[in-house]
């Protein structure tokens, strides 16, 4: 399966089982670009490998992932599905994309290396206002 068809199906996904969600594609934070960003009340970041990604920046995402984003996941093919259980940490979810649907293989355990201040960085300048207004 290609990203395009990964990213549809897990979208779908997302919506599907989120009452309210804002979901973010490409998203810039740090050293990496996330590849779905979603705002419940929590942050979460999806990686995607498709059957044609290597997993070469994989460490590297993995770190600048957890820097910014409450759980993360990678989402894979079934093709991936057993080598990825030994390429992210244990707190990371799996979610396996098949043509008809989504499989959760392991839910996202607590991040503990989330910071806040990176993820201040990544809301508009309006957003950080109603943020201090509100609070």
């Not at 293989?105 to 989330?114: F, L, Q, T």
């Amino acid at each position: 399966m290609n990203d395009k068809e990964i990213r549809k199906i897990l979208v779908s996904y997302l919506e599907a089982t989120h009452n309210k969600i804002r979901i973010y594609h490409e998203k810039n934070i740090g050293a990496a670009i996330c590849d779905v960003m979603v705002v419940t009340d929590k942050l979460t970041g999806f990686e995607i490998k498709s059957d044609l990604d290597n997993y070469k920046r994989l460490d590297n995402q993995v770190r600048t992932y957890d820097r910014f984003f409450d759980e993360n996941y990678l989402v894979v093919s079934v093709k991936n599905l057993q080598s990825s259980r030994y390429r992210v940490p244990n707190h990371w979810g799996i979610l396996c994309v098949t043509p008809t649907g989504i499989h959760l293989e392991r839910s996202a355990g607590k991040n503990k290396y989330v910071s806040r201040a990176c993820q201040l960085g990544l809301l508009w300048k309006l957003e950080l206002k109603n943020l201090l207004v509100k609070n």
